[in-house]
Structure formats: structure tokens, C-alpha cells
């Protein structure tokens, strides 16, 4: 920790020559319709689509569809599993994890202009399964706009302190879903063969093989562990944030198990960075990141953060982003799901109660479409 404080010292004057001014978007967004069909003439339905007929004409001639009003729904350009660039437009469902997605390889569709047509998923029906026709409906066009500077700062301090040349795994992976253990005398180990452990560490996936495997844990503890000693500040902090957000490949992740993996939080504050500004920098969603910028988990987060030593400060942060209308809808709704999962893990009860009461208040300050589906969870 000693060698880390002198490492973050010299990041915290380099920031000082970092770009402060760059610009960030926000991820282009829009309000539209959700409609659903999954009974009648679903061919038909779709070339009525295909035709542009209005949803209001859709619901009449398709009485059995549903129609969900009011969606924020946002439009993404990603890689996929297979490092092919694809572009995911997603429903942010207020009430579950899982919203209706619609993921294609048309690149076109990210500058398209999509203001009053329809984007759908259409399996016929078969001997062998129910058709369906998912559909989202555009009343306007995908927006994205420049995020405040204060949040800019926020993103730029993160990229700066994490080191965005830098990754965790080498580029090159010599052992693919392997083991590199750390010997029980790796402390008194050579600096050259700490070095080449650490080497050989960054080499390796950990895959883990079901809910309880602690294995791709250990292994990012084992990498911070052998960054920290080798004073690798890039290292350490990728491997740290990975066990804070608990990003790691498994076979399946049962939420029985999520309880038991800590997140670390104390440890990055006993540095001298401003967690604040590290930690809320990594969840903003924006149009034009770093490359490797790192994404964290708005849940994990919210968990570590519950375990802060400076509540007040970060509630306060948390509360005035939820309620800025300068801010974009979509960056505005992960904050008010950050504050949720933040005072759900508190253990106090008088302070979860107090921050609940808070939030409410916050609520409403949100555009009313967004208010009103809280409202009914």
C-alpha cells in the first residue's frame, strides 16, 4: 500500500496535464412504444409494419396485441462473444433485468434516421413453438447529447487514475481457461520472478465452472496482490475493480452466492485518489468512451458504496446527478438504480429509511413518463 500511496501520488500531478476539456455524449436514446403480438395473422401484422402503418392503426386492426407506451429505449454500437461489431437497441425496463433487446449486425441502423418507423423480432409460428412479434415504435428520433462537464471531469479523472492503455490480461493469452496458483513464499520471491509470475498470471482466463468457484476471484486477487508488490498501478487497479464489480467469466452465477463476494471499497479509499469521482467516473453511459474504458456495475457499486466511509458525500453526489435535467433520461435512471441498490445494502435501518426518503424526493424531479412507471413498482 505504501508503494501504491507514492504510484497515486504521481498519477493525482499527471492528472493535472490530462485533457480536462474532452467532450462526452451521452448513448443515443429515445421515448417510444413497446408491442407485443403473439396470436392472429403475425405475418400479416409484420408487413403492416413493413408498410409503416401507425400503432394506434395496429391496435385496432391487431385487437390482441399489447402495447406498452412510453419506453425509454437506447441504441448502442458493441462488440459481440465473437469480436464482430453489432448494434443492440434496448428497452430499459424500469420493473426487471429483462427488457426487450433487438440486436442486429446493420451497422447503418446506429446513423439511421428512425423517427416514425417501426424495428421488430418476428418468429413465425411452427409445429414446434408460438410465433411472436416483439416491436419497438420510434414517435421520434434517437438523441444523444453532451454530458455537463462536472460529469465529463468525472469520466476524465477515471480514465486518467485507470490507465485505459492498459488491461488486465495481456492482449496475447498464452494458457486460455488455465491456473497460474501464488506460492506460499511469493513475497520473498525475486523482483524478476515476481515479475515473471505476474507475467504468466496476466497470461491466463479463469473460468468459472459454477456459482460457488472462487477461482476467477482468487486469480484477480492474486494479480492485485503480485501488481501491488511490483508497484504496477495500472495492474492493480483494473484487477481491484474487476473484484469490486465482480467481472469474471463463469459457467453460471446463481444471486444465492453474490452475497458472499466482498467488495473491497475500504481498501481504495486508505489511497490517495478521490474514490468519489473513480467510482461514480466508471458508470456513466457514453456515446464516444476510451478505448478500453472500464464500464462498472451499477449494482456492485451501489453494494460497495454501502460500505463507504463518506455516505453523505456520495448520497449527495448520487441525488444531485439523479435530479440534474441537464443530464441525459438514460444516465439519470442508472443513478436513481445505483441510489436503489446503495440503500438497499445499508445495515442501518435508520439510514436506509432516511435514504429511501430522500430518494423519493428526488423522484420526483424525473421526466414523468419516468416517474410514473416507478411509481407502479
Known amino acids: ?27 443515443k436514446q429515445t421515448v417510444g412504444h413497446l408491442v407485443r403480438l403473439s396470436k392472429g395473422d403475425l405475418k400479416a401484422a409484420k408487413e403492416d409494419m413493413d408498410k409503416g402503418i401507425s400503432p394506434e392503426d395496429f391496435l385496432v386492426r391487431y385487437p390482441m396485441a399489447t402495447i406498452e407506451r412510453q419506453v425509454l429505449i437506447t441504441k448502442t454500437q458493441y462488440k459481440d462473444y465473437d469480436d464482430k461489431e453489432v448494434i443492440l437497441i434496448r428497452h430499459f425496463d424500469l420493473h426487471s433485468d429483462y427488457g426487450f433487446s433487438i440486436t442486429k449486425n446493420d451497422l447503418s441502423l446506429h446513423t439511421r434516421e428512425m423517427k416514425n418507423t417501426w424495428l421488430y423480432e418476428y418468429n413465425k409460428s411452427s409445429r414446434k413453438s408460438e410465433g411472436f412479434l416483439y416491436a419497438f415504435y420510434f414517435p421520434n428520433s434517437f438523441t444523444s447529447i453532451q454530458l455537463p462537464g462536472r460529469y465529463s471531469q468525472m ?41 515473471e509470475l505476474l507475467d504468466k498470471m496476466r497470461s491466463t482466463r479463469v473460468m468459472g465452472l459454477c456459482s460457488q468457484d472462487s477461482r476467477p476471484r482468487t486469480h484477480a486477487v492474486n494479480i492485485a496482490l503480485l501488481s501491488a508488490e511490483t508497484a ?30 466482498n467488495t473491497y471499497i475500504k481498501e481504495l479509499e486508505e489511497l490517495n485518489i478521490d474514490v468519489s469521482d ?100
Open 232 to 261: 504496477k498501478w495500472e495492474v492493480f487497479l483494473k484487477a481491484h475493480l474487476d473484484i469490486m464489480n465482480d467481472r469474471f467469466e463463469r459457467m453460471s452465477d446463481g444471486n444465492y452466492a453474490w452475497a458472499k463476494r
Open 1 to 27: 500500500m505504501t508503494k501504491l500511496s507514492h504510484i497515486v501520488d504521481s498519477l493525482n500531478l499527471r492528472y493535472k496535464t490530462c485533457d480536462l476539456n474532452k467532450v462526452f455524449y451521452s448513448n
Open 278 to 377: 473513480l467510482i461514480l467516473g466508471i458508470l456513466f453511459r457514453i456515446e464516444n468512451p476510451s478505448e478500453n474504458h472500464y464500464y462498472g456495475s451499477i449494482s456492485r457499486v451501489g453494494r460497495a458504496l454501502s460500505e463507504t466511509t463518506n455516505k453523505e458525500e456520495i448520497e449527495d453526489v448520487i441525488l444531485k446527478t439523479i435530479a440534474d435535467p441537464e443530464l441525459d433520461d438514460y444516465n439519470r435512471i442508472l443513478f436513481y438504480f445505483l441510489f436503489l441498490n446503495y440503500s438497499g445494502w445499508l445495515q442501518d435501518a435508520d439510514a436506509k429509511k432516511q435514504s429511501e426518503e430522500k430518494l423519493n424526493m428526488v423522484v420526483q424531479t424525473l421526466p414523468n413518463y419516468l416517474r410514473e412507471k416507478i411509481k407502479k413498482q
Open 155 to 195: 469520466i476524465g479523472y477515471a480514465d486518467c487514475l485507470i490507465d485505459t492503455t492498459t488491461t488486465k490480461l495481456k492482449a496475447e493469452i498464452e494458457s486460455d481457461w488455465g491456473w497460474e496458483g501464488l506460492p506460499e513464499n511469493w513475497q520473498s520471491l525475486s523482483e524478476e520472478k515476481k515479475d
